[in-house]
């Protein structure tokens, strides 16, 4: 019967989350189609309406540690679920993310990541969009923030090992930029399949940078040790037993 509950709850609030991205999207439209204000705005509002609506609809918390940083810097994330990307983007204030190409053509996600400044990379044709975005950025073609790419490429479910894509490496060597490792848990309450959110806290972590400079091949293993080993933390203290999973 709790498990029920907390399912209805789940549906009520996916339902909801959804509709509420049309609302927010329609009634910041005019304003993000004149202003690329309006549509960070927007954006901002929706995923702080969808953090703290799902606090007390399904009751999952969510909590952010570490330094978010205000600089522009590269943020190389762990990807587990639709909350880390509304966690992250929430928590620094100009976030723009290296996104799949055909969602650029999904209603209001698309427009508004155009806004931003996102940058939409073909499938198959990583490389080719990777030097586009690092020429665009060096001719100021994108607005300044903190760019967001998921080095693993995709959401992944907790415990999965996947490899480390070599755009973050590319991206970190030519753009000149530090880089902010980030961790989560959030796949173990938001999973990337169903409805069912889980009870608990959801944690994204921002761990210490690192310094631009490093070769590309030990900057990608540098990131991905950082990366797996707090992720790993993170899920061991949400009672999730990595250990046994991974053997």
Not at 149 to 174: C, E, N, W
Not at 187 to 211: H, M, N
Request: aromatic residues 12%; positive net charge.
């Amino acid at each position: 019967m709790k498990y029920a509950i907390q399912w209805l709850r789940s549906a009520f609030y996916e339902i909801h989350v959804y509709l509420m991205m049309a609302v927010i999207g329609i009634a910041f439209f005019p304003w993000a189609l004149v202003s690329p204000k309006g549509a960070r705005v927007a954006c901002m509002t929706y995923a702080r309406y969808a953090i703290w609506s799902l606090g007390w609809m399904v009751r999952v918390k969510a909590e952010v540690r570490g330094t978010p940083p205000t600089d522009e810097v590269l943020i190389a994330a762990k990807h587990q679920s639709f909350l880390d990307i509304l966690m992250i983007f929430a928590a620094v204030p100009s976030g723009k993310f290296i996104m799949k190409r055909e969602l650029m053509f999904v209603p209001f996600i698309g427009v508004y990541g155009y806004r931003i400044g996102c940058v939409p990379v073909n499938r198959g044709k990583r490389g080719q969009a990777i030097r586009k975005m690092v020429t665009d950025v060096s001719n100021g073609l994108t607005a300044p923030g903190q760019l967001i790419i998921y080095s693993q490429g995709t959401r992944t479910a907790p415990g999965v090992k996947m490899p480390y894509k070599v755009g973050s490496a590319v991206l970190y060597d030519q753009l000149g930029q530090d880089c902010v490792p980030v961790a989560t848990n959030a796949g173990l309450f938001w999973s990337r399949r169903g409805i069912y959110k889980k009870p608990g806290t959801a944690v994204v972590e921002f761990l210490p940078r690192i310094e631009s400079g490093m070769g590309k091949n030990e900057f990608l293993s540098e990131l991905e040790v950082r990366v797996e080993t707090a992720s790993d933390n993170l899920m061991r203290e949400a009672g999730f037993d990595v250990d046994n999973h991974n053997a």
